[in-house]
């Protein structure tokens, strides 16, 4: 999980969501997971 200001899909599997009212990708690759802080 990485920890960014700004976050982007890395890849065409990654997608945006938001949870708690934090932004987050999700995807396949677990390298790919962040979350906006």
Sequence with gaps: ???RPSVK???EKCKI???KGK???ICMNS???QRQG
Excluded: E, T
């Design 17 to 19: 969501i938001i949870r």
């Design 9 to 11: 899909k890395m890849c």
């Design 1 to 3: 999980m990485k920890v």
């Design 23 to 25: 932004v987050r990708v």
């Design 31 to 33: 390298k790919h997971k």
